[in-house]
């Protein structure tokens, strides 16, 4: 499934923006679902955003709908989560996954390969 590399994290304040890129190490992902996770401090990995492989489907979380936006580039093998107005809740650890199969999971064990994590800390 090749390696997954995420970068784009750091701190902002509440209300800015960031854009997490995460980039696979070869052609594994085209055609199978990719995911966004987070786990804030203290508290369990959570889903925000899911990407199927097939036809483009986005899915969010609620907590971010409206504010975060998912994208991909099969070219590029490479996802994208863009973060608008953001809170001091967001701060997290953000992960990237990949998982066989077109579909969006929003589980955790329907992902088989992690990226190390950026992290995202938002000031108020």
């Known amino acids: 499934q090749g390696q997954l590399v995420e970068s784009g994290g750091g701190l902002a304040q509440a209300g800015g923006s960031l854009r997490l890129t995460c980039a696979a190490s070869?052609?594994?992902?085209?055609?199978?679902?990719m995911g966004w996770f987070r786990q804030p401090p203290g508290k369990e990995r959570e889903f925000v955003a899911g990407i199927s492989g097939s036809n483009g489907s986005i899915k969010y979380a609620d907590s971010v709908k409206g504010r975060f936006t998912i994208s991909r580039d099969n070219a590029e093998d490479t996802i994208y989560l863009q973060m608008n107005s953001l809170e001091p809740e967001d701060t997290a650890l953000y992960y990237c996954a990949f998982r066989w199969g077109y579909d969006i999971k929003t589980t955790v064990s329907s992902y088989i390969a992690w990226g190390q994590g950026t992290q995202v800390t938002v000031s108020s």
């Open positions: 070869r052609r594994s992902f085209s055609g199978n679902g």
